[in-house]
């Protein structure tokens, strides 16, 4: 049902309400609710879990509300295995389309194809009776070993950001809200709900919280949800400077923000903090807020203001249904199968190894348990019961009707064994040999981080045996992040599918076979060994703190910066085509703080074959103020090219995107002087250039006080003809003598105030070169202020 109210009558609403009624508001009911009022005739609001497949338990969410069931209710959640698609304890869950993972979607860098994704959701949840769908996740993936790392997008949050709001408005375009998670800092599972992230304010904001605010900034989600962590050992969902200083004041964003489910520890400091919606519904903490309330400890006003926030919710989402919905699971499936193709990374394709062409084949082996119980999605609460699954045997068997297949599990290669000898002849006999590999299956996942990145049960070793023997080994990848590929060198051809859905068995077989060209590409830098991930000399933590060493350095920012090779680039994905950039030029040679500025370059198909570029930019400062990356992405775009055709490709870039944090003058700045665009085909693949300047005020490297070095009074020639001014007329020098005062203090390594009393005595006070440094500081603040 609707609920046409306006904002006057949700005022009245909200006066009509006890203390009681309006605690009640701001609390779960049950596991996936909101609470309705029937005095007040408030209706309730339904929400559940999975971005890439709605999860409707009719047990947990049609049966009775026993509060006394609901933790344990809620562990199964968290601990069902459905990665490989199979019923298990989910039996009484609705079946639903399993779209392909975050980790698999980003790599189509499609923001249309995203979405879609986000309009078929819809379309599920409204038939569910579905109010709120909780996510997309978009925690950036720092390091490969992480639980969660299926269900985020990148290593970047530029793209995270992107991919995140297209989703989102998909959802929420379509009458379903979204709640955008995990904010944050939720990048390991490792201690979850105690281990506290420890990380530098630049990295914070330029990294990790910058996808955050690109996608509220780009879609301006219902719902944020709060992490389970702490961060700079603050529990998250009690940080009062993220979700009220940050999200609110700084961003603007006056939606709802929820907990993460149990993740409240403090329901009192929760609510002063800005955590309007406490989930799911304990009895114990609706007690604490309201004996908080009662006490003064939380005022009536900051109640009110969540109550007010969540009616307001209640009105948007109900007036968003649409009575009598129906989803055609048909048409998502065929949506599913077109989003994994679109998705899969081919890696290596030696000697044009693929696509197989049947009418030159005569025998494909087939190896490993994941070709007939396909591993489709991670486990934990992002997963998804499917309404079918495609299975890549049976998939490639309808692709080669001609060809001898035969299959085996990697168990028929066990020395000793009585299928040894015939699963080796079948190897040696075949014209192509398919490895369907994976990790270990439902271990990492929601709670529980991966121990290392190589595949599962002996995969590794088996693919190099087999290797040695048949130069035409091709592998399949379904993982939920970056593996090592010990293999690598001896394989023909490598293709990542990562976690691709209920309709993945069928996409790998297109590509596999030619019918689809690959087009994705990495959204993660795959490392050569666990030990080159950034941060990994600190990773997981311990003492329950968890510090984030790399700091603005993720993921290719760290291979960059370390002149470190990977085994396969952030960006990188190979087509059965190739593609030329030529002829770039830009709308502007200078940019400021408040302009943009639109690359143009052209792309041409230059193979035999039709295929999907993505092209990418980066940014390369050239005498950065600040330590900053070598280069980092700032616009990408998808082109469908035929063979021989070329296309104009415009990518449109915002000054407020070439910024960077700084932590002394709590601002975003923009660096002086000049600036590269690269364009490229991947991050370690540039191939066009151009340089322009940028417009922006000329700061010293830091703030300065007493205790600078003289020297960084020098970097500008606006501070340094203030500070030859100031010294000339408090120490009465002449032009001769203020400038052999400047050429002493710069080679001094004592701090301003110092070396000058060194020379001149106690002319001049402490205090007074603090308030000069102070002005001087606050003038360039102006021009700072005035550049912006």
Not at 430 to 452: I, Q
Not at 580 to 587: G, I, M, P, R
Not at 603 to 626: D, F, M, W
Request: proline fraction near 4%; aromatic fraction near 8%; charge should be negative.
């Amino acid at each position: 049902m609707t609920w046409n109210i306006s904002d006057k009558e949700l005022t009245g609403l909200l006066a009509q309400m006890s203390i009681e009624e309006k605690v009640a508001m701001v609390s779960g009911h049950g596991l996936w609710r909101t609470v309705a009022n029937y005095r007040l005739n408030i209706p309730e609001l339904l929400m559940t879990d999975g971005t890439y497949g709605v999860r409707y338990s009719i047990e947990q969410i049609d049966g009775a509300h026993d509060a006394d069931n609901q933790l344990a209710s809620f562990l199964s959640v968290v601990n069902t295995d459905l990665s490989t698609g199979v019923d298990s304890a989910f039996g009484s869950t609705r079946p639903a389309t399993c779209f392909p993972n975050g980790s698999s979607l980003a790599c189509s860098w499609d923001l249309n194809l995203a979405y879609e994704l986000g309009e078929a959701l819809a379309a599920e949840c409204q038939a569910f009776g579905v109010n709120i769908l909780l996510g997309p996740g978009v925690n950036i993936r720092r390091t490969p070993l992480a639980g969660r790392s299926y269900e985020y997008y990148a290593e970047d949050p530029l793209l995270t950001g992107d991919i995140a709001a297209a989703v989102i408005n998909g959802l929420q375009h379509n009458g379903v809200g979204a709640s955008l998670k995990h904010f944050a800092c939720n990048n390991s599972e490792v201690q979850r709900t105690t281990m506290s992230s420890v990380v530098e304010e630049r990295a914070l904001r330029e990294i990790y919280l910058a996808g955050f605010e690109r996608a509220i900034r780009k879609s301006d989600p219902w719902t944020v949800m709060s992490s389970y962590n702490r961060l700079n050992d603050v529990q998250t969902a009690e940080d009062h400077w993220l979700l009220t200083e940050v999200l609110r004041d700084e961003w603007g964003y006056d939606g709802v923000v929820v907990s993460d489910w149990h993740g409240i520890k403090d329901r009192p400091a929760s609510m002063n903090a800005g955590n309007d919606l406490d989930m799911p519904e304990s009895g114990s903490r609706k007690q604490e807020l309201l004996t908080a309330v009662e006490d003064g400890q939380v005022s009536m006003e900051t109640l009110d203001r969540s109550c007010l926030l969540i009616l307001k919710l209640v009105r948007l989402a109900r007036n968003g249904v649409k009575p009598n919905a129906e989803a055609d699971f048909q048409k998502h499936h065929a949506l599913s199968r077109r989003m994994a193709a679109e998705s899969i990374v081919l890696l290596k394709n030696e000697n044009a190894s693929l696509p197989l062409l049947p009418e030159k084949l005569k025998r494909i082996t087939v190896l490993g348990a994941a070709a007939v119980e396909p591993v489709i999605q991670g486990s934990g609460c992002a997963t998804t019961r499917p309404t079918e699954v495609d299975i890549p045997l049976e998939e490639i068997r309808k692709r080669a009707p001609g060809v001898d297949i035969d299959y085996h599990t990697v168990a028929d290669f066990e020395a000793g064994g009585s299928s040894e000898a015939v699963a080796l002849a079948a190897v040696d006999a075949a014209d192509a040999v398919l490895f369907f590999a994976n990790t270990e299956v439902g271990y990492d996942g929601e709670g529980s981080d991966r121990k290392h990145l190589n595949l599962h049960d002996g995969q590794d070793a088996l693919i190099e045996r087999l290797s040695a023997r048949k130069s035409k080994v091709v592998v399949i990848l379904a993982t939920p992040d970056a593996v090592v590929m010990p293999w690598a060198d001896h394989v023909a051809a490598v293709l990542a599918a990562f976690f691709g859905g209920q309709g993945a068995g069928s996409a790998i077989a297109d590509v596999l076979f030619g019918s689809r060209n690959p087009c994705g590409k990495l959204t993660v830098t795959f490392p050569v060994q666990v030990e080159d991930i950034p941060g990994y000399l600190t990773y997981p933590g311990e003492g329950n703190r968890h510090i984030y060493s790399e700091g603005i350095h993720v993921g290719y920012r760290f291979y960059d910066k370390r002149k470190l090779t990977p085994l396969f680039p952030f960006g990188f994905g190979l087509s059965y085509t190739s593609f030329e950039y030529s002829n770039l030029s830009v709308d502007a040679d200078r940019i400021d703080a408040s302009s943009s500025i639109t690359l143009a370059f052209d792309i041409t198909n230059t193979g035999s074959v039709a295929g999907n570029e993505i092209a990418q930019v980066y940014a390369r400062p050239h005498q950065p103020r600040l330590i900053r990356p070598i280069r980092e992405l700032k616009g990408f775009a998808k082109v469908s090219l035929e063979p021989g055709e070329t296309k104009r490709v415009e990518i449109k870039i915002e000054s407020r995107d070439l910024r960077y944090y700084d932590p002394q003058y709590r601002r975003w700045l923009l660096d002086a002087g000049s600036l590269t665009f690269e364009v490229g085909a991947s991050s370690r693949d540039i191939r066009l250039e151009r340089t322009v300047e940028v417009e922006a005020a000329a700061l010293a490297s830091t703030v300065l006080n007493v205790e600078s070095q003289p020297f960084l009074v020098f970097e500008h020639e606006f501070a340094r003809q203030r500070f030859r001014a100031f010294l000339k007329q408090r120490l009465d020098l002449s032009d001769q003598e203020a400038d052999k005062m400047l050429e002493y203090c710069a080679g001094s390594f004592l701090g301003i105030h110092k070396t000058v009393t060194w020379v001149a005595g106690e002319t001049i006070s402490k205090a007074e070169m603090a308030a000069f440094l102070d002005s001087l500081n606050k003038e360039m603040g102006m021009t700072l202020t005035k550049a912006a």
